[in-house]
């Protein structure tokens, strides 16, 4: 077992100004019980050999370290559109950083207890909304998406109350960074615009030594957002995720899948799908995501209206659209087992997304097995159109299905498999959670113990309404 006291934590958010945090310590959970520990991120994080058991005490806050520097940071957001002038980790505690070999990782205690953001809420998560965004964290990095993710998961007997009385729960959440695009707002909008200054020069620092150096390191940081925002959605709109929140506030400013709420992965392919309950106006529907972030970069543009000048903003803004269509395209090319380009392609797509929203056919098993549908006889006249396109290829029907195959996943994170887990765990069984995570975490490749999995929703899986109280 290694040492913890000798692992390099550092927390280099709470060397900035007081102003961007409250330093504090949180409350934990009593009897702490761990459901799960994701130890293929343990290894990237360097924590593989630390006793999950050590790491509950630790993360659970019953044993302090001395080399970290715990804090709640304040932020502020547009939710659902409209300006929320304070917000902040109202139950999240930056533990601290860790070095690792793909850069710096945060690693963020949810449902730590309250602090000063917390408002009217009471600092906790319940098991069921912490499980599923376990399980997601999962489901994106193994989907290849760029994603926070969760070291570990643990329960306690503390009754949290929601619509009912739920079992509560703590996970430990690594991200490339908790600077949203709301930490920015919060300084622009609350007459703090002479600190926007510090919040960019650390981010840069931190995230962005390349431009250090650079004059234009500002306009340049921006752009990267927008072209990680854009893409980051594309990539979601080609595996049929809806975020279901997309509040500036849950906006990462480095592109990562971030705050799960009621997400959900389409089913049948229903462009105009709303996974989340209290979104009345449809605002976060699947198909409405890509302008939502472009709408929030606008925000955050606003936000640094005060340190760059407004025609880098704009020009920056205007190349959304064009780094979200090259690499939706992209993507979707490789779903179909398409490695050249062609101009009509996008015609193609465009063509068979509408004929599987007709036919409410299920996106993911669709695309799974496209190579399939395309040799199959079946007497669609797309099929014909595609199969000419495919001749400029010049590849076998093996390696088509090939592509297809390593481009398209067999599992994703159906509501139900989540909720058949989420039922067991509350009932202290974890196995449900950790069948999952096998599958989630490689979903491209054939698991035989696993094949239900695969299948389509049961009837009464997919019109789950999935709870917003997390
Ligand atoms: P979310 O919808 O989870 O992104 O949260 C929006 C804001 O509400 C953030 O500032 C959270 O920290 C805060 N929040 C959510 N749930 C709670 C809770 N149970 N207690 C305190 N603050 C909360
Ligand atoms: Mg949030």
């Given at each position: 077992m290694s040492n913890l006291d000798n692992i390099n934590f550092k927390n280099s958010f709470g060397a900035l100004s007081n102003e961007f945090y409250t330093k504090q310590n949180w409350s934990p959970l009593p009897k702490a019980k761990l459901v799960n520990f994701n130890?293929?991120?343990?290894?990237?994080?360097g924590l593989k050999?630390?006793?999950?058991?050590?790491?509950?005490?630790?993360?659970?806050?019953?044993?302090?370290?001395?080399?970290?520097?715990?804090?709640?940071?304040?932020?502020?957001g547009h939710q659902f559109g409209n300006w929320v002038p304070q917000l902040g980790d109202g139950r999240g505690i930056l533990f601290g950083q860790i070095e690792t070999s793909s850069g710096l990782k945060d690693?963020?205690?949810?449902?730590?207890?309250?602090?000063?953001?917390?408002?009217f809420g009471d600092g906790r998560a319940v098991l069921r909304s912490s499980i599923r965004e376990y399980l997601c964290g999962e489901a994106m990095h193994g989907l290849k998406i760029p994603s926070s993710r969760s070291l570990i998961i643990f329960t306690g007997e503390e009754p949290v109350f929601r619509e009912t009385t739920e079992p509560g729960a703590m996970i430990v959440r690594s991200a490339s960074t908790h600077v949203r695009f709301g930490n920015f707002e919060y300084l622009c909008h609350n007459d703090k615009k002479e600190l926007l200054p510090e919040?960019?020069?650390?981010?840069?620092?931190?995230?962005?030594?390349?431009?250090?150096?650079?004059?234009?390191k500002f306009e340049?940081?921006?752009?990267?957002?927008?072209?990680?925002?854009?893409?980051?959605?594309?990539?979601?709109?080609?595996?049929?995720?809806?975020?279901?929140?997309?509040?500036?506030?849950?906006?990462?400013?480095?592109?990562?899948?971030?705050?799960?709420?009621?997400?959900?992965?389409?089913?049948?392919?229903?462009?105009?799908?709303?996974?989340?309950?209290?979104?009345?106006?449809?605002?976060?529907?699947?198909?409405?995501?890509?302008?939502?972030?472009?709408?929030?970069?606008?925000?955050?543009?606003?936000?640094l209206s005060p340190i760059i000048e407004e025609t880098a903003l704009k020009k920056a803004l205007e190349s959304y659209q064009i780094y979200f269509y090259n690499h939706f395209i992209q993507l979707f090319r490789k779903k179909m087992g398409l490695l050249?380009?062609?101009?009509?392609?996008?015609?193609?797509?465009?063509?068979i997304l509408d004929w599987l929203m007709k036919e409410k056919i299920d996106y993911t098993n669709f695309f799974r097995n496209f190579?399939?549908?395309?040799?199959?006889?079946n007497l669609f006249s797309w099929k014909e159109k595609f199969l000419n396109r495919l001749e400029l290829e010049k590849i076998s029907r093996n390696q088509h299905e090939d592509i297809v195959k390593a481009n398209n996943p067999k599992f994703i994170l159906r509501n139900y498999l989540a909720q058949v887990a989420i039922e067991k765990a509350e009932k202290d069984d974890f196995s449900e959670v950790d069948n999952l995570l096998k599958i989630l975490k490689d979903p491209f490749s054939e698991h035989d113990d696993f094949e239900d999995y695969a299948s389509e929703s049961p009837e009464w899986g997919k019109n789950l309404e999935i709870s917003c109280s997390s």
């Open positions: 130890y293929d991120l343990a290894e990237e994080l050999n630390v006793d999950p058991k050590a790491l509950v005490k630790i993360f659970n806050g019953e044993i302090s370290l001395e080399n970290t520097d715990p804090l709640a940071m304040v932020y502020a690693l963020h205690i949810k449902g730590a207890g309250k602090t000063p953001y917390s408002r919040l960019m020069t650390h981010v840069i620092e931190e995230y962005f030594p390349e431009y250090n150096e650079l004059a234009n340049l940081f921006f752009e990267s957002v927008v072209r990680k925002t854009a893409e980051l959605i594309a990539h979601w709109q080609t595996v049929g995720f809806a975020h279901g929140v997309m509040n500036t506030d849950n906006m990462s400013i480095l592109g990562e899948t971030f705050d799960f709420g009621p997400f959900g992965f389409l089913e049948n392919y229903q462009p105009d799908y709303i996974c989340n309950h209290s979104d009345y106006q449809g605002r976060y529907a699947f198909n409405n995501q890509p302008n939502i972030g472009l709408w929030n970069c606008q925000a955050l543009a606003a936000a050249k380009k062609d101009p009509k392609d996008f015609e193609l797509i465009e063509e190579s399939d549908f395309i040799h199959g006889d």
